[in-house]
Every structure is written in structure tokens, then in C-alpha cells.
């Protein structure tokens, strides 16, 4: 089954208000990053959170590892927020990434 | 500033063909990947590579090789194109070890015919 999985698979919000996105995996992470995609598909990486909780501008990362799980929170979400954002995972092997299948964020004005 | 560049953006290509996609990094990491991106399959790694000479399998190498002749450049050859390699592909660069950034390029779009 899938090793990394996120929810909700698909978010609609209006413009300010705030959302969640889930993170669960299946195996010990050594490393966890957050994504962001572009509806154009461009990829960028967000921020990186192992555990504990992280801050970067209006986004908030925490992450529980001994229970597997990762939130980001995005406050006062703007329409330049939607996109999808993705979850991945370093199991240490190797430094290969295994990706969520992300959160689809649409943000109306 | 430090970037990943993918050529070309777009292709088009004949089942049979062969496929160069190409990759190049100025942010001197020594990590390099390349992606595919399908509906409903996520990011799956291809093939991704230590440093200059390293070239290591990823999840779903089948069909593809990989080349990375010096620390800026990896490219992903097909050597006979299917309709199933249609997909769009990403190169990346960086370390989650290190914390290195972890830099994408910009995509290509692949099309077999």
C-alpha cells in the first residue's frame, strides 16, 4: 500500500481562510519534507520538518514522528496558495524520497 | 542563482525512437533524480545518480537509462520509445540527508506516438 498518504485528497476554500493538510507514513522517517506544486506544475520545495514544528512565512509544519504523522498549515490562504501540495519521506535508503500523492488546494476570491 | 534546467520543455516522439531527456544543476549537489509524474501514481523515481559516474536505479528503471558524465548534467535516454513512457518527467537535484535544497526542474512533457 501506499507508504505516504495525505488528506484530504482535494480542498476548496475561500480566500482567508485557513487550511490543514495531513501527512501520514508508514515507516520511520529520517527526513520529511513539504512540496508545493503549481497548477503550470512547477515544484517547489516548502520546507523541510523531521519533527517538531516549523515556521516559513504563513505556513506552519508539525510533525509527531513516533506517530507517523506531519500537518501543514497554511493561515490566510490566498488564490496564489492553490495548487497541490505533496509530502515525502526519507526512509534512509539511500536518499530516495517517497512522495504522498498530495493535496489539491483551490482557494476562491 | 542556483537552478535545474530540463530540455527540452516538450517532445514528441515516434514508438521506437530514441529519447534524450536533459538535465543540468548549478547548485553543485551531488545528488541528482529523475522523475515521471502520472495521474494517480505520483512522482516515481527513474533512475538518480551519487555524482559524476554514478548512475543508481530508482523504482521503475525498466526502459530507461541514465547518464551523468559530470556533476551539472544527468540526462534519462530511451533508448525505444513506448506510448507507456508518455509522461512528464522531472529532474532534480539535492539531499534531504544534508538538508540541501531540493531543487526541480521545470519539466518535460513526453509524447509517444
Known amino acids: 500500500g501506499q507508504q505516504v498518504q495525505q488528506s484530504p485528497a482535494s480542498l476548496v476554500l475561500q480566500e482567508g481562510e485557513n487550511a490543514e493538510l495531513q501527512c501520514n507514513f508508514s515507516s520511520t522517517a529520517t527526513q520529511l519534507q513539504w512540496f508545493y506544486q503549481s497548477p503550470g506544475g512547477s515544484l517547489v520545495s516548502l520546507l523541510s520538518n523531521p519533527s517538531g514544528t516549523k515556521h516559513t512565512g504563513r505556513l506552519t509544519s508539525t510533525t509527531v514522528t513516533k506517530e507517523r504523522r506531519s500537518s501543514l498549515h497554511i493561515s490566510s490562504s490566498q488564490t496564489t496558495d492553490s495548487g497541490t501540495y505533496l509530502c515525502a519521506i526519507d526512509v534512509g535508503d539511500n536518499s530516495k524520497l517517497i512522495w504522498g500523492l498530495g493535496t489539491s488546494l483551490v482557494v476562491n476570491p | 542563482e542556483a537552478a535545474v534546467t530540463q530540455s527540452p520543455r516538450n517532445k514528441v516522439a515516434v514508438t521506437g525512437g530514441k529519447v534524450t531527456l536533459s538535465c543540468n544543476q548549478t547548485n553543485n549537489h551531488n545528488n541528482m533524480y529523475w522523475y515521471r509524474q502520472d495521474t494517480g501514481h505520483g512522482l516515481r523515481l527513474i533512475h538518480y545518480?551519487?555524482?559524476?559516474?554514478?548512475?543508481e536505479k530508482g523504482d521503475i528503471p525498466d526502459g530507461y537509462k541514465a547518464s551523468r558524465p559530470s556533476q551539472e548534467n544527468f540526462s534519462l535516454i530511451l533508448e525505444l520509445a513506448t506510448p507507456s513512457q508518455t509522461s512528464v518527467y522531472f529532474c532534480a537535484s539535492g539531499d534531504v540527508k544534508t538538508n540541501s535544497d531540493y531543487t526541480f526542474g521545470s519539466g518535460t512533457r513526453l509524447l509517444v506516438i
Open positions: 545518480s551519487y555524482g559524476a559516474g554514478s548512475t
